[in-house]
C-alpha cells in the first residue's frame, strides 16, 4: 500500500488531496490542526489517520512524528493569507505570523520529514501563483509564496544526488475558507475537487512545476512579462 502526508488537510485543497488518496487506496496521514474537522476526515475513510499539530512549533511535529512510516509522497499544503491593508503602519507581526505559518512551518516539517521520504520518493511544496507578479496588499503572503518556490527549486537540485523529487505547485484561485474572505473578483476559480485533480495528475507525470489552471497562469506569466511601470498602473487599479 502507497503512503502519502498531507498538511493543511482539515480543510480546502488539502481535504479534496486527502480524500482523492484515500479512495485511491493510498494510505493517507493528514495533517491539520482543527481536531473536530479532524475527527470528521477520520470517519470519511479507514485509510486515513488524522494527526493534529501546529507546523509552525517544531517541537510539537517532532513529538507527533516519532511513529511515522516511510512514505512514497509528502505534499506540502498547509497555509494562510492575511492581506496588508495599511502598508505606511506595516505590519510587521502580520508579515511574520503569514511566514511562519507559510514558510518556517515548510522549513519544520522538511527538517522532521525529508529522512521519511522512501527511495525515489517526492515532496511536493504548494506555493501560489501569486508569485509570479506583485498583487497589490500582497506584501507578505506574495513574498511567502515566492520564498516557497525559490526553495523548491532549490531543494530539487540538491536532493536529485539523494534521489529524492521535489514539485512546487502554482494553483490559481480555489473556492476554500482561505478564498472566502477575498472581496475582489477571482477569475477561473476552481472547486477543490478540480484542483486535487490537476495536483494529483501532475504528481503522477512526475512534474516539477504544476501550474493550474492554465489559461489563468497564461494571464499571469504574460502580466509578469510587462514592463514593471505598466504593470505597476494597471495594478494600481486593482486598489
Ligand atoms: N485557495 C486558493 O485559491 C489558493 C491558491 C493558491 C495557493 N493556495 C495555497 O493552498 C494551500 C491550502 O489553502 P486552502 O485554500 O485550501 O486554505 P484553507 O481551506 O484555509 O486550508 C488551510 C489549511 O492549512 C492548515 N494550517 C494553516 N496554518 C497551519 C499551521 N500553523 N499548522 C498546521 N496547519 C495549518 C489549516 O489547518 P486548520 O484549519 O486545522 O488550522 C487548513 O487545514 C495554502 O498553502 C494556500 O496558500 C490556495
Not at 494571464?219 to 487599479?237: E, T, V
Amino acid at each position: 500500500m502507497k503512503t502519502v502526508l498531507i498538511t493543511g488537510a482539515s480543510s480546502g485543497i488539502g481535504k479534496a488531496l486527502v480524500q482523492y488518496y484515500a479512495n485511491d487506496n493510498y494510505q493517507v496521514f493528514a495533517f491539520g490542526r482543527d481536531t473536530a474537522r479532524l475527527e470528521q476526515l477520520k470517519q470519511l475513510n479507514t485509510n486515513i489517520t488524522a494527526v493534529s499539530c501546529d507546523l509552525t512549533d517544531l517541537s510539537q511535529l517532532q513529538q507527533v512524528s516519532t511513529t511515522l512510516p516511510m512514505f512514497d509522497l509528502i505534499i506540502l499544503n498547509a497555509g494562510n493569507c492575511e492581506y496588508i491593508d495599511d502598508p505606511v503602519n506595516f505590519d510587521a507581526a502580520l508579515f511574520q505570523r503569514v511566514m511562519a505559518a507559510n514558510v518556517q512551518s515548510v522549513a519544520n516539517c522538511l527538517s522532521v520529514w525529508l529522512k521519511k521520504i522512501k527511495p525515489y520518493g517526492r515532496v511536493a511544496i504548494n506555493s501560489s501563483s501569486a508569485q509570479f507578479l506583485p498583487l497589490p496588499r500582497a506584501e507578505a503572503y506574495g513574498a511567502s509564496k515566492a520564498a516557497l518556490t525559490y526553495l523548491a527549486r532549490t531543494l530539487r537540485i540538491d536532493l536529485q544526488p539523494h534521489n529524492i523529487f521535489v514539485s512546487v505547485i502554482h494553483p490559481g484561485f480555489v473556492a476554500t475558507p482561505l478564498t472566502a474572505k477575498n472581496t475582489f473578483a477571482m477569475p477561473s476559480i476552481l472547486t477543490t475537487e478540480q484542483a486535487a485533480l490537476a495536483i494529483v495528475k501532475g504528481l503522477n507525470k512526475g512534474k516539477d512545476e504544476i501550474n493550474f489552471p492554465p489559461v489563468f497562469i497564461a494571464i499571469m506569466k504574460f502580466l509578469a512579462f510587462l514592463p514593471r511601470p505598466l504593470w505597476r498602473k494597471l495594478a494600481l487599479r486593482m486598489l
